[in-house]
């Protein structure tokens, strides 16, 4: 799928880091068996003010935005032309492929009748005005998209060549089709809020929801890949690509930007700033979150300062943690069922979500390891 | 990659014209309109004596096949304050074992009924029957229905799924889960739909004895409750009891009514009506503006995919720039 190769970096897989991994998901299997058994009401704090807890807000919401690497990369490379970043779109992928399919997976530890799950493909059940039926379809369809997209890899990695070359041929119809559903479904994953009224916080509600969803979704794509990178270059002790990281974090200030404009023009036009400066949690939250927005735009503008490793990886991180305090606050944090309700998640609950981040670290560095993701040394 | 200063300026314009749109109110669908035959419920507060009869009966008579509490592991779900004091059924609030529930709101010294300084009120709480239902909006298998003729809300567990996004819609917390269930249903008030082919109505009408809950046509209803609201303060009147064309009626001493009928505007309308003497805020009712969530919720979405032209554009564009961008390699 690539001008420039690709090879396996292999080594010890058995490290420290994966046997954690692998404690962390027995200790998800235990009480997974718990909650299919007894119901949610034995494992998680959810209750019926706050139906969705913390499975829906990271495990879903941050998750899947985590994983808009591909998206994004696929943006620049596939649809703005830009070759040059192509060594950072299959590692990419592969977060993407992962971040996805465990979001998935993980829905069907929070919905109830999950044996039912397939009357969300059935025409005669599908209902056109609700967001969560687009968002369910479009996860699903870009789950399929993404392995498509990430299977030239696997079938290299096993010593198909015939069929990544075959499957490069018509690859342009996925590419395509892997930059629209995710258009689609990160916008709508701010519009499901919209029918909540006024249960969540002027604040956080406003029909400009998918525009803030998609922009932040967008920016943590390109902000996961810088963030990778110089993770996984530590990590596996590979040189830097600081070179292309430093070009491609330029397009982040002005997306950050672009965000800020509408984010604070929706609360002034409205007249919400007495809700900003009312100096509550949901107010500070607030803050908070614009704060960590704002201070990375001001970290990346000055294009001398994205030659920086260092502060290339704080302000990617500190991207990563606004937009996930963005869709926490706009989940939980913003929502107020009424008087009487209250969510914190339980122990059990934070445990299955982080095996499921195992689950994802373990894939990671196999794939790494195994099969032929990153750039291959002294070409990229 | 840099962006010119041109870009920037192209790019503030869009977030212009994105905050322009986004507050454009034309975003809305239309309002809807009451389905012909709709049924539902006049409370009125001041006629509520707090006995709790409703609660029990509708607590009964939907534990029997068909019924919206329907089927049960063991008879009717009560709820006993403690595991051994199995005497009373004494809920605290709405839940999947209690679809109507009886509450109290107390000011002060609370001895002057349906009063607000130093007094008391009581509130019936269940399924509003909204006229333009968020939870049904939000249902993506349609497990969620209102029926075109009655405009009563059911739902069917044989297509739900569980996602609970109907409960994230909901703006008065109706429809419940089973959340200590391995095999978990929502459950909520169907307004008795499973009696009305023997010729009944609502269990909680029904069982009323004092006429504070009423079941009827949503029309009469909206009729009766602004009859009461020109009744005279203080004089005696006839209340139909059961229902809204009962030939029954009981002489009550007519209260101090608040001008405001719950449900005729609150979130596009609703069946189920209420009448008080306190306002509806201190009854735990929430203040909705009169357009629909539903109606803003699905306008975004219709604008945006309406008849997947907008979709089917860019992955046009989409496909044509990977492939563009694709074919001198041999990607």
């Known amino acids: ?26 200790v998800m299997a235990v009480l997974l068996a718990k909650r299919f058994g007894m119901g949610l009401g034995a494992v998680t704090n959810m209750n019926d003010g706050y139906a969705w807890g913390l499975w829906i807000a990271y495990d879903v919401l941050v998750g899947t935005a985590f994983a808009c690497g591909g998206f994004a990369m696929a943006l620049l490379v596939y649809i703005f032309n830009k070759g040059q970043y192509h060594p950072l779109v299959r590692p990419a992928i592969l977060t993407s492929v992962f ?282 | 990659m840099d962006l010119k200063r041109r870009d920037f300026l192209k790019m503030a314009a869009g977030s212009g014209a994105l905050l322009a749109a986004g507050s454009h109110p034309a975003l809305a669908a239309p309002r809807k309109e009451l389905p012909p035959n709709a049924v539902g419920i006049l409370y009125d507060a001041t006629l509520c004596i707090g006995c709790q009869s409703c609660m029990v009966n509708c607590k009964t008579f939907n534990s029997v096949e068909g019924g919206a509490l329907y089927p049960q592991k063991e008879g009717i779900p009560y709820e006993f304050p403690r595991p051994d004091q199995r005497f009373w059924d004494r809920p605290v609030d709405l839940s999947s074992n209690t679809l109507n529930v009886i509450k109290a709101f107390k000011t002060g010294t609370g001895v002057n009924k349906d009063s607000e300084t130093d007094g008391y009120s009581f509130v019936k709480r269940h399924c509003m029957h909204c006229i333009d239902p968020a939870c049904v909006s939000a249902c993506p298998v349609s497990a969620l229905k209102k029926h075109p003729d009655t405009g009563v809300v059911t739902y069917s567990k044989d297509a739900c799924i569980g996602c609970r996004y109907c409960q994230i819609a909901c703006p008065y917390n109706i429809p419940k889960f089973e959340w200590d269930e391995a095999l978990p249903q929502i459950r909520k008030c169907q307004l008795c739909n499973h009696r009305y082919a023997e010729g009944k109505y609502a269990a909680c009408c029904e069982f009323c004895p004092t006429g504070a809950s009423i079941f009827g046509k949503v029309t009469d209803l909206q009729a009766e409750a602004k009859r009461r609201l020109s009744l005279k303060e203080g004089t005696y009147q006839a209340y139909p009891l059961q229902t809204v064309d009962s030939k029954h009626t009981i002489p009550t001493r007519v209260a101090r009514y608040l001008d405001h009928v719950y449900g005729l505007a609150e979130g596009g ?46 992955l046009a564009g989409l496909v044509f720039s990977a492939y563009r961008s694709t074919k001198n390699g041999d990607e």
Not at chain 1, 7 to 19: E, H, N, Q, V
């Open chain 1, 1 to 26: 799928m690539s001008h420039h190769e690709t090879k396996a970096i292999g080594g010890r897989l058995l490290t420290t880091t994966f046997m954690a991994a692998v404690a962390l998901l027995i």
């Open chain 2, 269 to 314: 309308g609703t069946q189920y009506l209420l009448m008080s003497g306190v306002p509806f805020s201190s009854l735990g009712l929430p203040d909705l503006p009169e357009e629909a969530a539903a109606a803003v919720s699905e306008g975004i979405q219709h604008t945006l995919y309406k008849g997947m032209i907008a979709p089917a554009v860019l």
């Open chain 1, 99 to 380: 971040g996805y399919t465990l979001a998935g997976v993980s829905i069907f530890f929070d919905i109830g009748r999950y044996w039912q799950f397939y009357n969300i493909v059935l025409p005669w059940h599908i209902n056109f005005n609700s967001v969560m039926a687009e968002v369910a379809l479009c996860i699903l369809a870009y789950v399929v998209v993404l392995w498509i997209e990430f299977t030239p890899a696997l079938a290299e990695g096993l010593g198909q060549k015939d069929t990544a070359g075959k499957l490069n041929k018509v690859m342009f119809f996925f590419i395509g089709l892997g930059v629209l559903l995710p258009t689609m479904h990160q916008s709508s994953l701010g519009t499901l809020m919209v029918i909540a009224g006024p249960k969540l916080s002027p604040l956080w509600q406003t029909n400009l929801l998918p525009v803030l969803f998609l922009i932040s979704a967008i920016t943590m794509g390109y902000s996961i890949v810088v963030f990778e990178s110089l993770l996984g270059s530590s990590a596996f002790k590979r040189p830097l690509e600081t070179k292309m990281l430093e070009k491609l974090s330029g397009v982040i200030p002005w997306l950050l930007i672009v965000y800020l404009v509408v984010r604070f023009g929706e609360i002034l036009m409205n007249g919400k700033l007495g809700y900003v400066f009312s100096f509550d949690l949901k107010g500070n939250m607030f803050l908070l979150e614009n704060l960590l927005y704002i201070v990375p735009a001001v970290l990346l503008f000055p294009k001398e300062k994205r030659s920086n490793p260092g502060t290339l990886f704080l302000a990617a991180f500190l991207i990563l943690i606004a937009g996930s305090m963005y869709r926490f606050d706009t989940y939980l944090v913003g929502f107020d069922p009424g008087p009487g309700w209250r969510y914190f998640p339980s122990a059990s609950e934070i445990l299955i979500t982080l095996g499921v981040i195992s689950v994802e670290v373990i894939g990671y560095l196999i794939f790494v390891k195994k099969f032929p993701v990153l750039p291959k040394l002294g070409h990229a």
